[in-house]
């Protein structure tokens, strides 16, 4: 697993109308990988990847089997900024007990019941409904949570273009915090494959940091 990332260049107009939705950014990440195969499933393998903002700068931050193109990375974004490294042995290197520092970006929704029709899905929408989601999913993703121990730390609505035209909107939510890994080959899983729906577009990237003794 390879762990990569290269600053947006917000400062470049013209780069900037092409990041218009989210899946402008898929096909950019795709597009990192032109020497790509088919898996055994028939399927390209899953990349992972979500925007951080630091220090006033946006990146796009990305996990991937294979390592990407870093020119082709670059196209959105500075010269000279991409970077990769290899990212199992820290992976490896977590255990049982150990509690780190998190970051999440995920796409928490809920599925209701409407008669006559097939379950909607709907945003949920206040901080303790987001904050709750995230700690019903995380027994069974290898870690635990304590209320009072993290927190949302940004919400938005990103843009989503369909193939039919619509331009249906997606909730974003942004989650920092400490966490408890568990169950370390669940927790492993998840930082590979990461978190809930839609990452093709986004979302279910999970980054941590060990805190210190």
Excluded: C
């Excluded at 993703?141 to 927190?151: S, V």
């Excluded at 998840?190 to 990452?199: R, T």
């Amino acid at each position: 697993m390879y762990l990569s990332r290269v600053e947006i260049d917000t400062k470049n107009r013209k780069k900037m109308r092409d990041l218009t939705h989210v899946g402008v950014y898929h096909a950019w990440v795709e597009d990192s990988f032109p020497n790509q195969t088919f898996n055994s499933d028939g399927v390209f393998p899953r990349k992972l990847w979500r925007i951080d903002n630091i220090n006033q700068k946006k990146y796009l931050l990305l996990v991937s089997e294979e390592k990407p193109e870093l020119e082709k990375l670059e196209k959105y974004g500075v010269n000279d900024t991409s970077q990769t490294k290899n990212y199992q042995p820290f992976i490896d290197s977590l255990k049982n007990g150990e509690k780190v520092r998190f970051r999440l970006v995920a796409n928490p929704v809920i599925s209701k019941f409407v008669p006559g029709q097939r379950g909607r899905v709907m945003p949920h929408v206040t901080i303790e409904q987001q904050e709750q989601f995230l700690i019903a999913r995380s027994d069974k993703n290898g870690f635990m949570l304590k209320e009072g121990e993290f927190a949302v730390i940004d919400h938005e609505f990103v843009n989503f273009k369909h193939k039919s035209g619509k331009t249906p909107r997606l909730s974003k939510t942004t989650y920092e915090g400490n966490l408890t890994i568990t169950n370390i080959d669940k927790f492993k899983a998840l930082l590979v494959k990461g978190f809930g729906k839609k990452k093709a577009y986004g979302f279910g990237l999970m980054t941590v940091i060990p805190i210190g003794d």
